[in-house]
């Protein structure tokens, strides 16, 4: 069982969005600002879409933005396209030097 | 651009050791702005932070794993190390390097992950 709760699939037709959440405690996505989501194609290496709850790194499409309420973490995926089917998972600090994941979504663009 | 790329045996038989190397190009570990991590993923599962290393020495692991789980940076040859002993077959999983900024605090570069069965 994952630390951070994800649902393991999503899914919306081309040009919906779709959100993702991203379930932790107070001692973790609650308590830091150091939630990050990732993007994974299957037999490549993760790529970091979101950091620090809301930004985004370079290059990344805006089509892409992440939000934080509370312990819930969530990221958006807005005018879906077909090369967005990927798992997702996500991250957080939980302190004293102490990482945690969640289990992945799997997405799929219908 | 930083790349990292995992390698070691693919089958290691169970109590024995897992020893994987993770080498990295296009940036120095001992630059002093990342922690080089290791993180797995158990197949149908979520994925699990194994632990980090400052090129100073400083190592850092997850607590259900510390007192099995070793990791060592070779500054030389730009690579650092994941040793996990007396492994089980709970101890399947894919395994990525990784690094997480030392203030940034995220993970910005990850290799493609190695698979490591741990059989008879």
């Known amino acids: 069982q994952s630390a951070l709760t994800q649902p393991p699939s999503a899914s919306g037709s081309p040009g919906q969005s779709v959100t993702i959440p991203c379930n932790g405690t107070?001692?973790?996505?609650?308590?830091?600002?150091?939630v990050s989501w990732f993007q994974h194609h299957p037999g490549k290496a993760p790529k970091l879409i979101i950091y620090?709850?809301?930004k985004r790194p370079s290059g990344v499409p805006d089509r892409f933005s992440g939000s934080k309420s509370d312990n819930t973490a969530s990221l958006t995926v807005s005018g879906l396209q077909t090369e967005d089917e990927a798992d997702y998972f996500c991250?957080?600090?939980?302190?004293?030097?102490?990482?945690?994941f969640g289990g992945g979504t799997e997405l799929t663009v219908l | 651009q930083v790349q990292l790329q995992e390698s070691g045996p693919g089958l290691v038989k169970p109590s024995q050791t897992l020893s994987l190397t993770c080498t990295v190009s296009?940036?120095?570990?001992?630059?002093?702005?990342?922690?080089w991590s290791w993180i797995r993923r158990h197949p149908g599962k979520g994925l699990e932070w194994i632990g980090y290393?400052?090129?100073?020495?400083?190592?850092y692991y997850n607590p259900s794993l510390k007192g099995r789980v070793a990791i060592s940076i070779d500054t030389a040859d730009n690579q650092f190390s994941l040793k996990l002993y007396s492994v089980t077959a709970a101890d399947t999983a894919v395994y990525y390097c990784?690094?997480?900024?030392?203030?940034?605090?995220?993970?910005?570069?990850w290799g493609q992950g190695t698979l490591v069965t741990v059989s008879s």
């Open positions: 990784a690094r997480v900024g030392f203030s940034d605090y995220h993970f910005d570069s």
């Open positions: 296009g940036g120095s570990i001992n630059s002093g702005d990342y922690y």
């Open positions: 290393m400052f090129y100073t020495g400083s190592t």
């Open positions: 107070s001692s973790d996505v609650g308590g830091y600002n150091h």
């Open positions: 620090e709850v809301t």
């Open positions: 991250s957080s600090y939980a302190g004293d030097n102490n990482w945690v």
